[in-house]
């Protein structure tokens, strides 16, 4: 049975997401659906890739990926429809895909050439993502709904930056319901640069000197967990990223790393070795 996955910035509050989901369901009835996120901030094309990046890899080969985020097709901005990874992707050519697959080089891509998508005023997610990907749900290949391209738009937010091979500059680019902020740094680069250095990790009046591989490491001794409750640390979460975090943060209560020390989306963090 096929999974179509959906990720939108739709919100909640509005009829949007249900509408495409009812649009699938016209057209495929025996399809998953599963909704990874309508609450991706407006047009915010790397928190939505950070999404569908930590998400995608647990979903089968062949899962096909609806990527509402900046989704209006334009001239300049195609739709298109990808096979990376093994999965599919359809999405608007605004340099999403390029974030969520940046190692990975893309299998196929074409720009999708329905008759759907030259209509005014439509509604590009139900109107032309949707029979594609119920295209695909039903075995059926990309070359039918359009030509091929060799490339897509590269954007470089989820890639930090390193200098001298001393310092790697990064930024917050997203942060979740329990206020951890996350950054673009990758365990795989900070090992490659770090070379197993010192180091420290630096952002605006903090610093720590370790980083966490799992919150055991910070309770060893569950006994005394309410010891450590709002503790701050850095720390490689399950999305492979560094964060910065609050043990047991409740933005409501104890606080969480985004309000107590001051990071949103955007903020440097610099990991130094020496």
């Known amino acids: 049975m096929a999974i179509i996955t959906l990720t939108t910035d739709f919100g909640i509050k509005d009829p949007y997401?249900?509408?495409?989901k009812g649009q699938i369901y016209k057209?495929?009835?025996?399809?998953?659906?599963?909704?990874?996120?309508?609450?991706?901030?407006?047009?915010?094309?790397?928190?939505?890739?950070?999404?569908?990046?930590?998400?995608?890899k647990n979903f089968p080969d062949g899962t096909i990926h609806i990527?509402?985020?900046?989704?209006?097709?334009?001239?300049?901005?195609?739709?298109?429809?990808?096979?990376i990874d093994d999965h599919y992707f359809i999405a608007c050519d605004n340099g999403i895909l390029s974030l969520i697959n940046a190692e990975i080089s893309a299998k196929e891509v074409v720009e999708i050439n329905i008759p759907q998508a030259d209509r005014p005023g439509i509604f590009s997610v139900k109107d032309v993502f949707v029979p594609v990907a119920c295209h695909l749900a039903r075995g059926g290949k990309l070359s039918v709904i359009g030509n091929r391209v060799k490339s897509f738009k590269e954007l470089s937010q989820l890639r930090p930056v390193v200098k001298d091979e001393k310092t790697i500059v990064g930024t917050v680019i997203y942060i979740d319901n329990y206020g951890n902020s996350i950054t673009n740094i990758s365990e795989k680069i900070f090992d490659k640069v770090g070379k197993k250095r010192n180091f420290a990790v630096r952002f605006r009046n903090h610093e720590f000197t370790s980083i966490l591989r799992s919150y055991n490491e910070l309770v060893a001794d569950f006994e005394r967990e309410a010891d450590f409750i709002g503790q701050g640390m850095a720390l490689f979460g399950s999305s492979g990223f560094l964060e910065i975090s609050i043990y047991k943060s409740n933005p409501n209560t104890v606080g969480a790393a985004s309000s107590l020390y001051?990071?949103?989306?955007g903020s440097e963090i610099y990991v130094e070795f020496y």
């Open 262 to 265: 001051g990071l949103k989306k």
């Open 27 to 56: 057209e495929l009835s025996d399809v998953v659906i599963v909704d990874v996120s309508h609450e991706i901030q407006p047009f915010d094309i790397a928190e939505g890739a950070f999404v569908v990046k930590n998400s995608y």
């Open 67 to 83: 990527i509402g985020v900046d989704s209006l097709i334009t001239p300049n901005k195609k739709a298109l429809a990808a096979l």
């Open 17 to 20: 997401s249900a509408t495409v």
